[in-house]
């Protein structure tokens, strides 16, 4: 994590506003175990149907699971469908 | 849904191999360029799906990437529609000329249909429509509706009401025809009556003029019935002159009259004997384009009918601008035959009562008794008829003068050359 970014995101704890849109942190919506939608992001670093790895810029997420696809992918957001089992976030 | 419209817009499958090929994913959603059904094959290379229109694009991010792409296959409609483009270029030149055909060759008229006409024949108003520009092969948005119909109608005093619809290749033309107009009686020419023919009068009616004869009198052809000049009758021992009146005479004379007719035949006639020899040939005229295949064609050296019989095309129950002509052509030789007696007699008996019906007709009249007589010569067979009827034989002829009052002595009743 960079100074810049770290600042942000105390800042944002601070003032009490959504990290991901004052410091661009990641946000992970899961709904059930079947769909995962990440933004912002900044692309896929390793791709696979049991585990996904994605950088969020400050940290990686890791989608661990099967059957796992990439069903969408904007600069700004991306969907995986598949059985999901777990999340990591590294950083 | 979606499956549904990228089969439509078409897509590529392709297979992506690289050192990190994930980064063509990476780029491909940095440019915008939807891709679906991602499958890993092992960590250097996957397979997926991308929209038809973004594959040169591809091309370009694979480079950057350091990626080799390799086309699976294309599927879709607007992938189909391409290789239909590459490959099979006659059929969409023979879709895009249909097109043409549809859309500009639809313009010009085909069909002309008349409707509405009784009395004035289609050939007629036909001719007047080609001279006014509307005929088969013309392009129709040029044709200035009303103003052909009424340069038509100027040239057609028949009928009263003339308008000209185009539908497509076909034009409507819808007709009223004019009614005709009464015979004015022009009173200011003097005319007499005469007869038409000899006869005795039965009864005699002058309208307008003085009656020369009364019934049972015998009268002959040309012999004035009915003058148009009377005598004013002057006062009793008076001596100045009124003069006379000339009139336009006019009124009925029924008589019976005594009518021959004659028709005569060779007893021997020319008969045409056919020698078996017989020949068609056909041609097709398409709007103004004959195609004769076999131009004054005959049966050489010898004498041959010629039929000729022409046909409209006809479809979904409407004629097309086709004709195919059929000429059939027969030898024949001519030989001498001695005609059937009775039969001759017959038809010309026949052929003289349809005469004297017409004549009765003319005149408003009636047959009362016929009489046929046969003779036979100079070689002919001649067949008279003698036939007594009632009819009006009254005849308007103008005479010389003015009508009004003149002064001078009463001539005495005309008879007219007839």
């Known amino acids: 994590m960079g100074e810049k970014d770290g600042l942000l995101l105390r800042a944002s704890r601070l003032f009490d506003l959504p990290a991901d849109a004052l410091a661009g942190t990641p946000r992970v919506e899961v709904i059930g175990d079947g769909e995962l939608r990440m933004g912002p992001h900044r692309g896929i670093l390793a791709y696979g149907p049991e585990e996904i790895h994605i950088s969020g810029g400050s940290l990686v997420v890791l989608v661990r699971g099967s059957g796992l696809e990439l069903r969408a992918m904007t600069p700004e957001e991306l969907l995986i469908t598949g059985t999901i089992k777990a999340v990591e976030f590294m950083r | ?418």
């Open chain 2, 1 to 418: 849904m979606k499956k549904l419209i990228n089969l439509l817009r078409g897509y590529v499958e392709l297979a992506v191999t690289g050192a990190f090929p994930e980064r063509l994913l990476n780029l491909c959603a940095q440019n915008r360029l939807q891709f679906w059904k991602l499958c890993w094959i092992d960590e250097t290379s996957f397979t997926f799906r991308i929209a038809l229109k973004d594959r040169k694009r591809l091309d370009e991010l694979a480079q950057r990437s350091m990626c080799e792409l390799s086309e699976q296959g294309r599927r879709g409609a607007a992938a189909v529609a391409e290789r239909i483009i590459e490959r099979r270029w006659g059929f969409v030149a023979g879709v895009a000329l249909c097109f043409f055909a549809v859309s500009f060759l639809s313009r010009f008229l085909l069909v002309i249909e008349v409707t509405g006409n009784e009395t004035v024949p289609t050939a007629v108003i036909l001719s007047q429509l080609q001279r006014a520009g509307v005929k088969p092969g013309a392009y129709g948005p040029a044709i200035p509706e009303k103003e052909a119909a009424n340069a038509a109608l100027l040239g057609l005093p028949e009928l009263s009401y003339l308008a000209i619809n185009i539908y497509g290749t076909r034009a409507e033309v819808v007709v009223h025809e004019a009614e005709k107009k009464p015979e004015l009686l022009d009173a200011g020419i003097p005319t007499d009556v005469v007869a038409e023919a000899d006869g005795i009068i039965e009864d005699i009616q002058a309208d307008s003029g003085r009656a020369m004869f009364q019934d049972g009198d015998i009268v002959a052809k040309g012999e004035v019935l009915i003058s148009g000049e009377l005598d004013l009758k002057e006062p009793e021992y008076s001596t100045a002159d009124f003069g006379r009146l000339i009139v336009h005479a006019e009124g009925t004379v029924t008589a019976r009259t005594w009518r021959t007719l004659e028709e005569t035949i060779p007893l021997t006639v020319q008969a045409k004997e056919y020698t078996g020899e017989e020949r068609t040939d056909r041609s097709i005229k398409i709007l103004w384009l004959d195609l004769d295949f076999f131009q004054n064609s005959s049966i050489s050296g010898r004498r041959c009918d010629k039929m000729t019989k022409t046909e409209q095309l006809t479809l979904f129950g409407r004629p097309w601008p086709v004709w195919l002509t059929t000429t059939t052509l027969r030898g024949y030789e001519l030989t001498q035959h001695e005609i059937d007696r009775e039969g001759a007699a017959a038809q010309l008996e026949e052929a003289l009562l349809s005469r004297l019906n017409r004549q009765m007709e003319a005149n408003g009249g009636e047959v009362l008794r016929t009489d046929f007589s046969l003779r036979e010569e100079n070689g002919r067979l001649t067949v008279t008829l003698l036939a007594e009827c009632r009819e009006d034989i009254g005849r308007t002829v103008e005479r010389e003068g003015e009508v009004g009052r003149i002064y001078g002595d009463v001539a005495p009743p005309r008879r007219v050359a007839g």
